[in-house]
């Protein structure tokens, strides 16, 4: 029998880094496209470009974090059908096998 995995929570450490590296990413790639050597549509097709960017990943980690949480809740549902069956199965009952 498999035991249930513990997530673990997200330490305030950790957060801070994270939301620290990719504010400042941003803010980096904000100023590369502000002087970068180009024309205003350049740059407005960069800065577009950077939004989509920003937006799909935040979008595909939304995404990712559903279907882990779905495919968790359905493991847990599983098991307690499983572990209900078990419970209810009598093996000294003759005639089953």
């Given amino acids: 029998m498999t035991t249930p995995s513990i997530q673990r929570p997200t330490t305030t450490a950790f957060f801070v880094q994270a939301a620290i590296s990719f504010g400042l990413s941003l803010v980096a790639l904000v100023i590369g496209i502000i002087k970068l050597p180009v024309g205003p549509w350049e740059r407005g097709f960069l800065a577009l470009g950077l939004i989509f960017v920003v937006s799909s990943?935040?979008?595909?980690?939304?995404?990712?974090?559903?279907?882990?949480?779905?495919?968790e809740v359905t493991n847990r549902v599983d098991k307690a059908r499983i572990d209900k069956l078990l419970i209810e199965q009598d093996v000294f009952k003759p005639g089953q096998v």
């Fill in 57 to 71: 990943a935040f979008t595909l980690a939304k995404c990712v974090r559903d279907r882990q949480e779905v495919e």
